[in-house]
C-alpha cells in the first residue's frame, strides 16, 4: 500500500494527509531514490552510486600521467572527439570532490545496514543502535502526552517528526533534533508505546559510535541539509557537472574512430 504522511497540530490531530506519491516533489524523490521501481530501484540507484564513485576513483588514475594538460575549462573547444575528452577530463577534476561525496553518500544511504557495519568496525566505541523492537501495546496514541513525555527525555532537542504504529503491536516513534545534529530531522528517537503513550526507549545520537555518527552525516552531505547556501551552488553545480560528465563521456565514446586493420600487401 501507499505510504501515508501529512501534519498534525498541539493536540495530535491530523490537519494535512498525503498517501503516496500526490504531490510532485514526492514523485520526484520517488524517481531519485527508487527509479519507481521499489525495492529494486533502491539496488539499481545503490549499485549506480557505488559505480559513480569508482569511476571517479580510476578517473582520477587515468588523469595523473597527464596532470600537466589539465585547464579550467568546462566547455569543449569544438565537437572533435579530443577536445570532448578535454572538457570530459577537466570537468572531472574540477568536481571530482563533491562528485565523489555525492556518489558514495547515495550508495551508502542504500546499502545502510553494510554501510554502518564497515563505518562501526572501523570507528568502535559509544553504543550501538538497537535492532530488536521493544515489546508494546496496542491501542489510541495519547500524542500531547506522547510528545510531552518525548519532550522531557531531552528538554533542549526540537521535535521534529512522529510515526504511527506500521502496524499492530509496533511502537511509535518520535525523531527530535539535538543541538550539533546535521540531519533536518535529528537522529535521537524516542520509542513511544502507543497503548500508554509512555517511553519505553531512547536512543541519543550524540552518545553512538563515531563510525555510526559519521553515517550519519552522510544524508546532510547528500542532500546539502548541511552548509548553508554556499554548499547548496556546490551541489547544484556538481549535479549539472554529474549529468555533463555523463552526456558528454558517452558521446565521446560513440563518435570513437574505429581501428583500421592494416591488409598485408599480396605477394608477387
Not at 166 to 191: C, F, L, S, Y
Not at 211 to 222: D, E, K, S, T, V
Not at 224 to 236: E, K, P, Q, T
Request: glycine residues 10%; positive net charge.
Amino acid at each position: 500500500p501507499a505510504a501515508i504522511s501529512g501534519y498534525a497540530d498541539a493536540d495530535g490531530d491530523r490537519v494535512w494527509t498525503r498517501r503516496g506519491n500526490a504531490r510532485a516533489e514526492a514523485w520526484i524523490f520517488d524517481l531519485h531514490h527508487h527509479l519507481l521501481a521499489g525495492e529494486t530501484g533502491d539496488v539499481i540507484v545503490g549499485i549506480s552510486g557505488l559505480a559513480g564513485a569508482a569511476l571517479v576513483l580510476t578517473g582520477v588514475i587515468i588523469w595523473a600521467p597527464a596532470w600537466r594538460s589539465f585547464a579550467w575549462s568546462l566547455w569543449p573547444r569544438s565537437a572533435r572527439r579530443r577536445d570532448l575528452v578535454a572538457a570530459h577530463r577537466d570537468t572531472g577534476m574540477i568536481f571530482m570532490a563533491p562528485v565523489f561525496a555525492l556518489c558514495l553518500t547515495g550508495g551508502a544511504i542504500i546499502f545502510h545496514e553494510q554501510a554502518q557495519a564497515l563505518l562501526i568496525a572501523a570507528f568502535p566505541g559509544g553504543i550501538a543502535a538497537p535492532t530488536d523492537k521493544p515489546e508494546v501495546g496496542e491501542g489510541d496514541v495519547d500524542w500531547p502526552r506522547a510528545l510531552a513525555a518525548a519532550q522531557a527525555q531531552f528538554p533542549d532537542a526540537t521535535l521534529r517528526m512522529a510515526a504511527w504504529p506500521a502496524k499492530p503491536g509496533a511502537p511509535v516513534t518520535i525523531r527530535m533534533r539535538q543541538a550539533g545534529e546535521w540531519h533536518p530531522n535529528g537522529r535521537t528517537v524516542v520509542t513511544i508505546d502507543p497503548a500508554t503513550s509512555q517511553v519505553v526507549r531512547t536512543l541519543d545520537s550524540r552518545a553512538l559510535a563515531p563510525g555510526m555518527r559519521a553515517y550519519n552525516a552522510f544524508y546532510p552531505i547528500h542532500a546539502a541539509s548541511v552548509g548553508g547556501r554556499a554548499y547548496d551552488l556546490v551541489i547544484f553545480a556538481s549535479g549539472l557537472a554529474l549529468a555533463a560528465l555523463g552526456g558528454v563521456g558517452l558521446w565521446s565514446f560513440l563518435i570513437k574512430p574505429r581501428r583500421r586493420r592494416l591488409s598485408e600487401p599480396a605477394n608477387a
